[in-house]
């Protein structure tokens, strides 16, 4: 009789244990391409207002030293789906095809009952793996009428590709997974990447406005080593047409190109009219404006468009069960230092934004000051869903740093590396970041840049090789020395790809 009154209570206290068990939160990814933290106002713009990407901020966590491993698009994407360096992913450079037979963090989450999914922009080359459903844009995509791959099958969609890609995700997120599941959704735009088509709705919008010039517009770059000024992406010299919107990319639908042609036809025609009159600084300056108010009006569609989503799931009811990730691939120049693209592992490329919302767990309005990267980014996916890491994944989880929790031994520095060399003439080159200081190695020129990011936040002028920085040069380059054989770089990727 004592035993068949003890068997209930064991019952009841497993069943309060299972009942006490963590829930796996749904995990939204939204995921965009060149866009610079100084184009959200969240990060202080004085370019832009994003208001829904501050709410993320507001209700969440903003981190402020969140860095890319090589400031590129497949690779940084490569990067975050497998947790590992592109030189052991495989995916060094845009021009590779991603290895979908490796193991990626979505694969682990299926693993522990999740629900994948991947819309919009995926830019890999090969088909993804490890998602219970895809619908990705070809290649870079176009801004409109974007052709996709819906699980191996291509389907065409007329209309604005933002808008696009946040209703396929919100159609599946309302009638296509499993509500009985945990879900990871990654939606992935292509905005605000190139060339910079803005949607129907918002030509015009800021006509009025003189958007700020950077300070470093007419840069000469002179106080760096001669990579820095063989680049080909000046704002005057290297934009073109194309980018300009003085030709169109997209293919239009007749009602479409109307609109979009009937705004911009005559103020081409004005500018075309008085070009070859104007000086270079001239140009420079109506470069930039056409340009930067182009790229903030496709920022400006994203915006809504998160706006969209984080509004379902307060409807839904499932934001209080969902962790909202916003990020992008890298940063991006804004006519700083007379540049457009990235690449570089100066800080405006380099850098890239992280906003994370986590109800109940994340302190709103908190900022994190830790050297962050995508690297962290699988296994703090893996981490919020209970999955253990592939033992081959490099980097850290974020969850005891999303939950406020003091990490007396986080890194104190991070690894850089570019690959690709020639694009946009940048060449490849490696290098070690701390919270201070930052070296660069050009290493097919053999050419250094030390920067100390306190006195020259803008790192205008490199003191490699001044006396007065002997100590932290010498520091620097050990610490590289430790990095490289930390992450286990192989000696091959020194050589010039072909």
């Not at 590129?72 to 095809?97: E, K, W, Y």
């Not at 209970?386 to 490099?394: E, I, N, S, Y």
Request: charged share 30%.
């Amino acid at each position: 009789m004592k035993m068949a009154r003890t068997l209930p209570c064991l019952l009841l206290l497993v069943s309060g244990f299972a009942q006490a068990a963590p829930k796996q939160p749904n995990i939204l990814f939204i995921f965009t391409d060149d866009h610079a933290p100084h184009a959200i106002s969240a990060y202080g713009s004085e370019l832009i207002q994003t208001p829904n990407l501050d709410r993320i901020a507001k209700e969440g966590m903003t981190f402020e030293r969140c860095y890319v491993t090589n400031s590129i698009c497949a690779p940084s994407r490569a990067v975050i789906l497998s947790g590992r360096h592109s030189f052991h992913n495989g995916q060094m450079t845009n021009g590779d095809v991603f290895d979908g037979s490796q193991v990626t963090f979505p694969k682990l989450l299926r693993k522990v009952g999740y629900e994948t999914a991947l819309i919009g922009k995926w830019h890999l080359k090969s088909d993804p793996t490890g998602f219970d459903r895809y619908e990705v844009l070809y290649g870079q995509g176009s801004y409109y009428n974007p052709r996709m791959k819906r699980d191996g099958k291509e389907v065409k969609h007329v209309g604005y590709t933002t808008d696009i890609i946040t209703d396929l995700s919100l159609q599946w997120l309302k009638e296509e997974r499993d509500p009985d599941k945990p879900f990871m959704l990654m939606s992935q735009h292509k905005a605000p990447h190139g060339r910079w088509e803005p949607a129907l709705r918002h030509l015009g919008a800021l006509d009025e406005v003189e958007i700020p010039e950077p300070e470093t517009l007419f840069h000469d770059h002179s106080g760096k080593t001669s990579s820095a000024s063989q680049h080909k992406m000046g704002i005057l010299e290297h934009l073109g047409d194309k980018r300009l919107m003085l030709q169109y990319s997209s293919q239009f639908t007749p009602e479409q190109f109307k609109v979009f042609d009937g705004y911009f036809r005559p103020r081409n025609e004005a500018f075309l009219a008085k070009r070859d009159s104007m000086s270079k600084e001239e140009l420079t300056r109506w470069h930039y404006q056409r340009w930067i108010r182009n790229y903030l009006l496709c920022a400006k569609a994203v915006d809504e468009n998160v706006g969209r989503i984080l509004e379902y799931l307060d409807e839904s009811g499932l934001a209080e069960d969902t962790v909202v990730i916003y990020s992008s691939d890298q940063g991006f120049y804004l006519g700083d230092y007379g540049w457009f693209d990235k690449r570089w592992m100066y800080e405006l490329s380099y850098r890239m934004p992280l906003l994370v919302r986590w109800p109940g767990q994340i302190e709103p309005k908190s900022k994190n000051r830790d050297l962050t990267s995508n690297l962290d980014f699988a296994q703090t996916f893996l981490d919020l869903a209970g999955a253990q890491p592939d033992p081959k994944m490099q980097g850290v989880s974020l969850v005891p740093l999303l939950k406020g929790r003091d990490q007396k031994n986080w890194r104190q520095s991070l690894y850089y590396h570019y690959h690709e060399g020639g694009g946009h003439g940048v060449a490849r080159h490696e290098g070690v970041k701390t919270a201070r200081h930052k070296l660069i190695r050009f290493y097919e020129k053999d050419e250094w840049e030390l920067y100390d990011l306190k006195e020259d936040p803008k790192e205008l002028k490199s003191v490699y090789d001044q006396p007065e920085y002997a100590k932290i040069q010498g520091r620097m380059r050990r610490e590289l020395d430790r990095l490289r054989k930390e992450y286990e770089v192989p000696t091959s990727v020194y050589q010039a790809l072909k």
